[in-house]
């Protein structure tokens, strides 16, 4: 069957685009075939009885067979998909919470507040998880032959072994890649961005797609775990998270005053919101009203 035969009998039958039944991998190209297989040796047979005297042409009963044809395949596709999406776990941390895991290789994942992680049931010949929104400190389990992958909206953290942190909350303007211990390979797309080792730190700045290294205190990036917030050089945006996603609150402030503000803070999530807004009033100088769930920030900002 030639692709002018395939498109002829797709339009026959109301198939504007074949995707709409074979979307998925490249490797369903067989299923496709079988199928079109299929149609065409169903058009042939109701083909030769039409040409037998005496026998009506049955245009339903073609039509009929093939719809059933395509039905099947639908099915067949739709429980590949499942099956294929059941194979993941994903994982999502809400605010006020952390969480422990295990992942299937006997590493360990702590996940920060805000946080979604998914994995694989079972790792393959790579060990991929997908950090789709917030913060996680990962303990590695060593494998030589299988390197462990954090990839994390498209920045992939590659390593062998070892402990560091990776932030990418979409609410922030950057992502971080922090290491406790051990050596990580950070890359996007297209090129590696840089390689760290203990208490290193590449910044990726979302904008204009740049990464900076600055040496850290990598332990005070998992303080998180402990209950603890511990932020240096920070911008505003990213305290404000912090304190957000923390004391489930929403906090409203004018970003155009407070854009330029670097802030150094550390609070406990134990405690009360209360006792974190004064800590940033003694640093920052504003002023705040907490309604609820909702907190009005106000002051002069730091341009």
């Known amino acids: 069957m030639n692709e002018k035969d395939k498109k002829d009998l797709y339009k026959e ?16 190209e067989a299923i496709r075939q079988e199928i079109l297989g299929r149609i065409q040796a169903t058009k042939e047979i109701h083909s030769k009885q039409q040409s037998r005297p005496g026998i009506k042409r ?13 039905i099947s395949a639908a099915l067949m596709l739709y429980y590949q998909n499942s099956g294929s999406q059941g194979d993941y776990i994903t994982v999502v941390v809400p605010k006020g919470q952390t969480r422990e895991l295990r992942l299937p290789d006997g590493s360990t ?78 890359s996007d797309d297209e090129k590696q961005l840089s390689v760290l080792v203990k208490d290193q730190e590449v910044v990726y700045h979302k904008d204009h797609r740049k990464p900076s290294v600055v040496k850290v205190k990598a332990r005070e990036k998992t303080a998180w775990n402990s209950g603890k917030v511990i932020l240096n050089a920070a911008s505003f945006e990213e305290v404000i998270l912090a304190m957000e996603n923390a004391f489930q609150v929403k906090i409203n402030y004018d970003l155009e005053k407070f854009k330029s503000c670097s802030t150094t803070i550390n609070f406990d999530t134990r405690k009360s919101l209360t006792d974190a807004m004064e800590t940033l009033k003694d640093i920052q100088g504003i002023t705040y009203q907490i309604k609820e769930k909702e907190v009005l920030i106000v002051g002069s900002g730091c341009n």
């Open 13 to 28: 039958f109301g198939i504007n685009d074949p995707n709409e039944f074979f979307e998925g991998e490249n490797d369903r």
């Open 58 to 70: 049955n245009f339903i009963g073609m039509a009929a067979a093939i719809g059933l044809i395509l």
């Open 109 to 186: 994942v702590w996940l920060n507040s805000a946080s979604t992680l998914k994995y694989p049931k079972k790792f393959g010949k790579k060990r991929t998880v997908y950090l789709l929104d917030g913060e996680g400190f990962f303990d590695v389990v060593h494998d030589a032959h299988v390197p462990f992958v954090v990839d994390a909206s498209g920045i992939k953290t590659n390593v062998l072994g070892t402990s560091f942190v990776v932030k990418s909350y979409k609410k922030l303007s950057t992502m971080s890649v922090s290491v406790v211990t051990g050596k990580v390979a950070v």
